[in-house]
């Protein structure tokens, strides 16, 4: 495993940890640790002309934009002077996947058309769990009793993957970038081996290469010089 999957990976086991606290599941200092990786990421493969607002650097606040339909506060923005060239929306999957999948999707139609409208360039992370647990409903913010463990399949990857074969879509992301996580039993991340899964080569590819880690940081720099 290279360095930046390795840092990755620790940023997701600390915002695991923080996940795992009573309430963490509802609170933003769970995303603090990932959203810091990816900005610290970003800043270091570009020149001092650039800023990013996100939680975990700066002042640790986030931007909000009107947007062309509602006003959006923004996971990652990269700033150049004072306007916004293009941000990173970053999303992972916790819990309660199959229950949630088309509200996740349907979400992100409606944020890639808000803030794409306003020409700002717009890239989407996706984090799933190989094996997904599904919590029963319980009162306030708290965790639910696990009911069964969601086993991740093509038919769930599928819907992103034709939106990235989609050009002729106007309101899809810039890029997406997409992983597939466990955990041990110790609470450990871990990249999954994609053979365990019932996927096919293709998209095993796409996950590897296109969908990478590496791969969508290089095209996020190339976006944001791009509309720079």
């Known amino acids: 495993m290279d360095n930046l999957q390795d840092k990755f990976i620790e ?92 509200n996740y999707f349907e979400n992100l139609m409606g944020e890639t058309a808000n803030i794409k409208r306003q020409n700002i360039g717009f890239a989407h992370f996706l984090v799933f769990r190989g094996h997904t647990p599904y919590y029963s409903k319980n009162k306030g913010n708290l965790r639910g009793k696990e009911k069964k463990v969601e086993v991740m399949s093509e038919k769930y990857l599928q819907k992103y993957i034709n939106l990235f074969n989609d050009m002729d879509f106007p309101h899809k992301p810039d890029l997406i970038g997409i992983c597939i996580l466990d955990f041990d039993q110790n609470k450990k991340a871990k990249f999954v081996n994609l053979n365990d899964f019932d996927f096919s080569i293709e998209t095993k590819r796409l996950i590897k290469n296109e969908f990478s880690l590496s791969k969508f940081l290089d095209k996020f720099i190339h976006l944001v010089n791009l509309k720079s």
């Open 11 to 102: 940023a997701i086991n600390a915002s695991f940890v923080v996940y795992n606290k009573k309430g963490g599941a509802r609170s933003n200092k769970k995303l603090i640790p990932i959203h810091k990786f990816l900005s610290e990421a970003i800043l270091d493969a570009l020149n001092d002309d650039y800023l990013i607002k996100s939680l975990g650097i700066g002042d640790g606040k986030e931007a909000t934009i009107d947007g062309k339909y509602y006003p959006k506060d923004l996971d990652i923005a990269v700033f150049r002077g004072d306007k916004i060239i293009a941000t990173v929306s970053f999303k992972f999957i916790t819990s309660n996947y199959q229950q949630n999948a088309n």
